[in-house]
């Protein structure tokens, strides 16, 4: 009997113990009711419709723009390559080249220089 | 269409959005394309290119709508909500209207009594779209980033003009905000409002415990997250980020340590009654610590070594700013020097050989390099450019800017610009009173 108490008293702590750490400590303040301003507020984009797309590239103009980080030149450049060897009679410019402030401009600015050239398709390099 | 780097294309994808297009052809390839050897690079391309002449010719747009556009900019949404203030913060970061750190709930008696502090009505657009997200931030919506930031309503004047110099295209938020580079707001004030409201220009004045400092500081990076968007990693890229993201840099100048007692306002053409808010952008700053120099020269040089050790804005960059110590200021002062001749000096020996700049990528001309076709013609007439070429590493000496802030001590900070000009965005603060 003298047993079961301490067992009884054992349990109890064990059941004391976890149910503690269980539970996690908050700090928590009384529920208000609040109403609040969103800060975020709304947003404006205004849509812009995409150029309908080549079914072929086939005697098309494809303009590449590159975004002067080091690597990106050297991909354009590959797909340069890859288009001529694969795709019959497409032209290629490399705004990179021949408008070399295709590199830094961006926005509306960009797309007016790109637009100035022609291009049927545009593929432009991102990332470092 | 767009090829990027996988670590990229969230950025990538928000940007078009952003720009309009609700998709756009991509086509992702692992990251990344620099610092890898060019073959590299062309393996890469050998294994996407299949699919880029599918997307090229192929691609259709999974959605062709931009949802939740629409929605009125005034009055702003009001929303109800029962719980603890641990609750309300919780919720509130859960809905990225906070950075994580405490606010003050922007409830509607809150907001009306910050729009106290300015006669512009509530429902004025003071910036159309503010980048990357294109929020749309009325008067009333700086009222409640004010509050959210412990700022008082006659603060409103001060918070206005910070957004009008945000706006400036010459500032380039949206690159700032977005970049890899740590890019940082700091915001100098000048003029009597910097005392009339407690903005600190003395010891200590960008840390702890300057609440009016602190209120800009939190309310500035509130609006370009919570507004703008420029959350990590589809709207900000910032590769380690910094404290300077979550608190602007706040200070005013320092007039009466100022031994010249020109402030950098009247050097602009302010009187030294206007009240003007300085805006920059750039990584941490750099600390010269210099105890023992009793010679103007003697600290100029030093001052002049450290701006060699700011990475890739050592080589013909747009300038820096300088805030001195006061005790700093006068010893550059000590001597006649005038702010010109500091400037002078600093330009003239600031600058390091050109094999210490960062290189050339495969002999191109990148964003990132060091990049003689770029120099000024009248550097190049000197002659050709060899790796001991001493490159300046700002451009012009009126693009070192000075200022003198802080208390007693022998400590300066050198702000390397990383974006926006020399000399700063500059708005007056009456105006939006």
């Given amino acids: ?128 | 269409m767009t090829i990027s780097t996988s670590e990229f294309i969230g950025l990538a994808r928000n940007s078009m959005e952003s720009f309009g297009a609700p998709d756009q052809a991509f086509v992702v390839v692992p990251h990344p394309l620099g610092m890898i050897p060019k073959e590299e690079v062309i393996k890469k391309v050998d294994a996407a290119f299949p699919e880029i002449l599918k997307a090229a010719t192929a691609w259709k747009p999974s959605r062709t709508t931009i949802p939740g556009l629409g929605k009125p900019a005034y009055p702003a949404e009001t929303v109800k909500f029962t719980g603890s203030y641990q609750d309300l913060l919780k919720m509130m970061y859960d809905k990225r209207w906070s950075i994580g750190l405490p606010v003050v709930p922007p409830t509607k008696t809150a907001v009306q009594a910050m729009l106290k502090g300015t006669s512009h009505k509530p429902d004025e657009v003071v910036w159309d779209a503010v980048p990357p997200r294109m929020g749309v931030l009325t008067a009333e919506l700086v009222a409640a980033h004010g509050v959210m930031a412990s700022c008082k309503p006659e603060m409103m004047p001060v918070l206005l003009a910070t957004i009008e110099a945000m706006k400036d295209p010459a500032t380039a938020w949206r690159s700032s905000t977005t970049t890899t580079h740590p890019v940082a707001p700091m915001i100098i004030v000048s003029g009597p409002i910097a005392k009339q409201l407690g903005i600190a220009s003395g010891l200590g004045a960008m840390g702890p415990e300057m609440p009016a400092n602190l209120c800009i500081g939190h309310f500035v990076n509130l609006i370009g997250d919570v507004v703008g968007g420029s959350w990590p990693p589809e709207g900000d890229m910032t590769t380690q980020g910094w404290v300077g993201n979550t608190l602007a840099t706040v200070a005013a100048e320092n007039i009466e340590g100022n031994p010249w007692k020109q402030s950098y306002a009247e050097e602009r053409g302010f009187k030294a009654t206007d009240n003007v808010v300085f805006f920059h952008g750039g990584p941490a700053p750099l600390m010269e610590n210099d105890h023992a120099s009793v010679e103007p020269q003697d600290l100029a040089e030093l001052l002049a070594y450290t701006m060699n050790s700011v990475g890739s804005s050592r080589c013909f960059s747009s300038g820096g700013i300088w805030l001195f110590a006061p005790e700093h200021a006068q010893t550059l002062a000590s001597k006649g020097w005038t702010k010109k001749d500091v400037q002078q000096f600093l330009w003239k020996n600031a600058n390091a050989p050109f094999f210490a700049q960062p290189p050339l990528a495969g002999g191109k001309c990148a964003i990132t390099t060091c990049c003689p076709d770029n120099f000024p013609k009248d550097f190049l007439a000197k002659g050709p450019i060899t790796d001991n070429t001493l490159i300046p590493a700002v451009e012009k000496p009126e693009q070192i800017i000075l200022m003198v802030v802080g208390g007693a001590g022998k400590q300066s900070l050198y702000f390397p610009i990383g974006f926006g000009p020399s000399p700063l965005v500059a708005k007056k603060i009456d105006a939006w009173k």
């Fill in chain 1, 1 to 128: 009997m003298k047993h079961m108490k301490w067992l009884f008293l054992g349990l109890l702590l064990v059941t004391l113990m976890t149910w503690g750490a269980a539970t996690p400590v908050q700090a928590q303040g009384p529920a208000i009711e609040w109403e609040l301003v969103n800060p975020a507020g709304s947003f404006k984009i205004v849509p812009m419709e995409l150029a309908p797309r080549p079914s072929s590239l086939e005697g098309k103009t494809v303009g590449l723009r590159w975004n002067s980080k080091p690597g990106g030149d050297f991909y354009l450049d590959r797909v340069a390559e890859l288009l001529t060897q694969q795709v019959k009679n497409v032209k290629i410019i490399k705004l990179y080249e021949v408008a070399p402030e295709t590199r830094s401009l961006n926005g509306a600015e960009l797309a007016k220089k790109v637009a100035s050239f022609k291009p049927d398709l545009v593929i432009s390099s991102q990332g470092d």
